[in-house]
């Protein structure tokens, strides 16, 4: 493997934040996004992870209860002192060595730790590969929020072929039950060429292009929270199995409280001490638990709806019972019309 020196990394680094700046991405994306290649180029190089940590932007700490009933610290930053603007940090002294790490009970010193450093030299490398996770995990879902938008477009480029097949211009033009088929279809071969592409199960496609053409109001803050490294795909999907069989209205709902900015709206579990919307990322088993309370929430209003409808309709029926005098009889029912 390639050895990448210390002046090669940093010369990286200032390419990376100059490009990616000039792409449109906010800051912390920019920030986020050039450790996690970093990481990717010392996972290939062969070099120490701790080695391609770079100074990144504090974000702010996520005021609920992680798993355990412990309050989370916040994001973590690299522990040692941030060197000139561009220049990666390490927080322990490297060997530079490309074998394996030492496994647990080894007394052989971990990847990137010398012989004979301090307890303090290991906690410091062990912040600093956490803020490798941390990167990593930020970066990730950003990129889950590019997925879901080339699905979503990805299936629209479909739907207008098909229509341009049938030498039509709008969905409008079709019949109502010309444009359930046509939009069915090109659902059906977007999941069939995506699954193809990723190699992924046909369920998980399915909730991939379900919740890409999903409507915008239940769709946008779940890409919003995603794109922010609020949420990656699995909270996204979690949400779109548990909510997309209801109907839009309540999918919105339950959507903005989970993944929305709003804190008049938004789930409790979001909120800090000062009643502001957390922008650390979710815990996923409370947003687990916010889910299915949201969704029981909705899923009851519309079982009371449908008892209420019920009972209504068996008000509205009335039975007569016949006897003959040959002691035959017959019943026989109807509704009775509405008031």
């Given at each position: 493997m390639a050895t990448v020196s210390p002046a090669d990394q940093a010369r990286a680094q200032t390419f990376l934040q100059h490009a990616l700046g000039m792409t449109g991405m906010?800051?912390?994306?920019?920030?986020?996004?050039?450790?996690?290649?970093?990481?990717?180029?010392?996972?290939?190089?062969?070099?120490?992870?701790?080695?391609?940590?770079?100074?990144l932007p504090a974000s702010p700490p996520h005021h609920g209860k992680a798993a355990g009933g412990a309050a989370p610290t916040a994001s973590v930053t690299p522990i040692?002192?941030?060197?000139?603007?561009?220049?990666?940090?390490?927080?322990?002294?490297?060997?530079?060595?490309?074998?394996?790490?030492?496994?647990?009970?080894?007394?052989?010193?971990?990847?990137?730790?010398?012989a004979g450093a301090s307890v303090d030299d290991h906690l410091a490398r062990a912040r600093s590969l956490l803020t490798v996770v941390e990167s990593v995990t930020q970066a990730a879902a950003r990129l889950d929020a590019a997925l879901v938008l080339a699905a979503r477009q990805q299936t629209a480029a479909i739907g207008r072929s098909l229509l341009a097949e049938r030498d039509v211009s709008s969905p409008d033009d079709l019949s109502a039950s010309q444009r359930v088929r046509w939009r069915a279809r090109a659902k059906a071969l977007s999941r069939h060429e995506i699954e193809a592409a990723t190699g992924w199960g046909p369920g998980e496609v399915v909730d991939l292009v379900g919740?890409?053409?999903?409507?915008?109001?239940?769709?946008?803050?779940?890409?919003?929270?995603?794109?922010?490294?609020?949420?990656?795909?699995?909270?996204?999907?979690?949400f779109w199995r548990d909510c997309g069989s209801l109907g839009a209205e309540e999918a919105a709902h339950v959507a903005g409280a989970l993944f929305g900015t709003d804190p008049d709206t938004c789930a409790p579990e979001r909120l800090d001490p000062d009643g502001e919307v957390s922008e650390g990322p979710w815990f996923h088993r409370e947003f687990r638990?916010?889910?299915?309370?949201?969704?029981?929430?909705m899923r009851s209003t519309d079982v009371a709806a449908a008892?209420?409808?019920?009972e209504a309709a068996l008000a509205s029926r009335a039975m007569s019972v016949t006897v003959d005098e040959d002691g035959t009889g017959a019943s026989s029912s109807s509704a009775q019309p509405s008031r």
């Open positions: 906010s800051p912390d994306s920019v920030a986020v996004l050039t450790q996690a290649a970093l990481a990717v180029g010392a996972v290939e190089s062969g070099a120490p992870l701790e080695s391609s940590v770079v100074a040692s002192a941030a060197g000139p603007a561009g220049t990666p940090i390490s927080a322990a002294p490297s060997t530079g060595s490309a074998g394996p790490a030492a496994s647990p009970g080894s007394t052989a010193p971990p990847r990137g730790a010398p919740l890409a053409t999903a409507p915008l109001e239940a769709s946008e803050p779940v890409i919003e929270a995603m794109a922010s490294g609020v949420a990656p795909w699995r909270l996204a999907r979690s638990a916010a889910l299915r309370r949201e969704v029981t929430r008892r209420a409808a019920r």
